[in-house]
C-alpha cells in the first residue's frame, strides 16, 4: 500500500507525501513547516513517519521550508550539490546530503529515482518513487518533456504531473512580455495542452490516477485543466489538486 497527498501544489508553494505503513518521504518543502505538519494532520498523515526530503531545484516554491522542517523532524534533505549552492542561504539544509541525477536512493521501503529534466534552475529534477512494484512520479516545473520524463512517466501507477498554464490565458494575461516568453520555453512549464499530449503518448498500461499539479493561480484555472485532460479518463482517474489546501489522500 502506499499513500500520496499533494500537501501543497501550485506555483505559491509545492510539497508531495508519499508513504506506507511505516515510512514517508517529501518531494519539496515548498511552503513553511507549519504549514506542511498542519496540512498533514488536517488529513491524518503522520510527519513521525517521514524519513528523507527530497528538494527538486532551488526556487523558493519548492524549498521554502526544507530547513526548518529538516530541524524540526530531524530528518535528512537531499538535493544536488549544485541546488544546494544556489539556493538562497537561509533554506540551504543545515545537514545536505548530496544525490546525482540517475542514480537511485534507497530509504526503508522505498527507491528513489531521481532524474534531470529541462527547468531554469541549476539542476532540476524530478523523482519516480518506488514501493513493492508500483511507482509514483512527481513530475513538476518541466518546460518540454524530455526523453527521461517520457520513459519514467511511463512506469507510473500514480502520477503528480504539471499542468501549469492555459496558452490562451497566458497571451492575453497581465504578465510582462519577458515572463510569459520564459514559461513558455522549453525550460519554462508545462500547459495544459502539453501535460494532454504527454499522457496521451507516454502514459503506461498500469497509470491509475494523474494529479494535476501545479497550477498557476493567474494563466490557469482548475476547471480547464481538467476540461483539457478529461478525455482521457476513461483511461484512467484524473484529479485535481489545490494551491491553498491539501488534496485528499489517495491509496495505491
Keep these: 500500500m502506499i499513500e500520496i497527498c499533494a500537501v501543497a501544489s501550485g506555483s505559491n508553494g509545492n510539497c508531495y507525501y508519499i508513504g506506507n505503513d511505516t515510512d514517508a518521504i517529501l518531494v519539496d518543502a515548498g511552503i513553511s513547516c507549519r504549514q506542511i505538519i498542519n496540512r498533514m494532520n488536517d488529513k491524518g498523515l503522520d510527519p513521525a513517519k517521514i524519513k528523507a526530503i527530497f528538494i527538486s531545484h532551488e526556487h523558493s516554491d519548492h524549498m521554502r521550508g526544507a530547513r526548518v522542517l529538516e530541524k524540526k523532524l530531524k530528518v535528512p534533505v537531499y538535493l544536488t550539490a549544485r541546488t544546494y549552492n544556489t539556493a538562497y542561504r537561509n533554506m540551504q539544509p543545515a545537514y545536505p546530503r548530496f544525490f546525482v541525477p540517475g542514480k537511485e536512493i534507497v530509504i526503508g521501503g522505498f527507491t528513489v ?14 523523482f519516480r518513487i518506488e514501493h513493492e512494484g508500483k511507482n509514483v512520479g512527481v513530475f513538476t516545473d518541466i518546460g518540454e518533456p524530455c526523453s527521461n520524463v517520457i520513459s519514467h512517466i ?9 499542468s501549469n498554464y492555459d496558452e490562451d490565458m497566458l497571451v492575453k494575461g497581465a504578465y510582462p512580455w519577458y515572463l510569459k516568453k520564459r514559461i513558455a520555453s522549453s525550460v519554462g512549464h508545462l500547459s495544459n495542452l502539453q501535460a494532454l499530449e504527454l499522457l496521451r503518448q507516454s502514459a503506461g498500461i498500469n497509470l491509475k490516477c494523474v494529479f494535476l499539479s501545479h497550477l498557476s493561480g493567474e494563466n490557469n484555472t482548475p476547471e480547464l485543466a481538467y476540461a483539457t485532460c478529461s478525455e482521457l479518463s476513461s ?3 484524473i484529479r485535481l489538486t489545490s494551491r491553498s489546501a491539501p488534496a485528499d489522500v489517495f491509496v495505491l
Design 235 to 237: 483511461r484512467f482517474e
Design 113 to 126: 529515482f531521481p532524474f534531470a529534466k529541462n527547468h531554469d534552475a541549476s539542476e532540476p529534477c524530478s
Design 154 to 162: 511511463g512506469l507510473c501507477d500514480a502520477v503528480f504531473l504539471e
